[in-house]
């Protein structure tokens, strides 16, 4: 038996111990946005960086920004000119709204029908946790094949608005050969996958202000615009009746689809019916020129994340509100700018919100979408590591989220990025009742040993 096989070994013996680990990081309510929060998110870091010494490494640091820490540490090859891989991870989780629809606590990790639930469970604290057990393991066995880095940040989640400067203010600590990224996902069970390409983002808040205070709706109905109306209007015209974006401009920087994505795309193994299975929706909706597969990793969109204005309580209260709110947020495609959505917002608001009423739009955050060789030497490393786990090649894909620090360590640090994971369609993230799928972890777990391994090196 070689090391990687006797590490392997070893980590099969200890899943148990791997699992109970999972569950005491997941039990932090880690989560970025909520200011209440932000002790726990903190908190997340420090445990972060314990394990990270328990484990072994050689040198760990927790590295302070504007807004939440970033960990970083380091575990050194034996041999002096072994390559440098980075290991990137968040800590940070989403609000658990709404909590009412969880069958469980959060915050309280309870395994079901061979899943554990909990927020962050998938995303991605089982990630981060493969990793981190995957060269604990390696360097047990010392069968570590590379030095390897760890970058874990706690502003995924809100896209990461300091992570740019922090590598930016830490570049020798961060730099690599490559960087492995395990925040992205398998299309489907016991399909194993890589993903080549992220959409970018561009993430808003939009006020529309009527009335200097909430009014009596018998008193001033039909006489003044009520901005929930004009928010709900402005909304409907910001699609056209094929489903794309009314935004002018939004498309001028769009990267068409050449005939080598097409193909990839029709290989990917997710159907229509996959989808209305996964969504629950009667039907699916979009661009009808392009496939589903298309529209959700090649094609940008503009979603309405939340919109909400006036009395919203139990009961009736007649009042035409002072305001409306909404969240809005764009994924973008390769050569699209966040900055530029920012300004064709705008535009399209300058010119049809109505006299009636004011309008006020925020940037919340933004990042720049991600396409990289699939062909790589790295890329093929880790499909033969999954291969030798799965018994099957991996559908290589584009991938619909964001993940904002694959642009910035390319635009930084001239870094690739190869980017899989082991969240599976249904596990609901960023959902209630999110949940990791545990035998998948376990492989996934595999996966990153044998890609490290001193014999694939």
Known sequence: MNKTDEAVRRARERSGEHLALLKEIVTIPSVSTDPERKADVARAAVWMNDKLVEFGANETKIIATPGHPVVWAEFRASEPDAETILLYGHYDVQPVDPVELWDTDPFTPTERDGRLYARGASDMKAQVMACLLAVRTLVESNALGMTVRFLLEGEEEIGSPNLAGAIEANADLFRAAV???????????????????????AYFDLTIRGPSRDLHSGGFGGVV????????????????????????????????????????????????????????????????????????????????????????????????????????????????????VHAQLAAYLTENAPPTVTWELRQLAGGEAFICDPNSSYHKRFAAALTSVWNREPVFSRNGGSVPVAADLEQILGMPSVLSGFALPDDRVHSPNESQDIATWYQGIEAVIRFLAAESA
């Open 179 to 201: 960087c492995l990224n395990l925040d992205s996902g398998m299309v489907g069970p016991g399909i194993p996958s890589i993903r080549y390409a992220l959409r970018g983002l």
């Open 225 to 340: 615009h009520n901005p929930a109306q004009a928010l709900a209007e402005l909304i409907a015209g910001m699609h056209n009746a094929d489903g794309s974006v009314a935004l002018p401009g939004f498309y001028d920087r769009v990267r068409e689809i050449d005939a080598e994505e097409h193909a990839r795309a029709a290989a990917v193994p997710v159907s229509a019916e996959d989808l209305l299975a996964q969504s629950g929706v009667p039907a699916l909706w979009g661009e009808k020129a392009f496939t589903p597969v298309e529209r959700i990793g090649a094609r940008p969109t503009l979603e309405i994340n939340g919109i909400w204005g006036g009395y919203t309580g139990a009961g009736a209260k007649t009042v035409i509100p002072a305001e409306a709110h909404a969240k809005i947020s764009t994924r973008l495609v390769p050569d699209q700018r966040h900055s530029d």
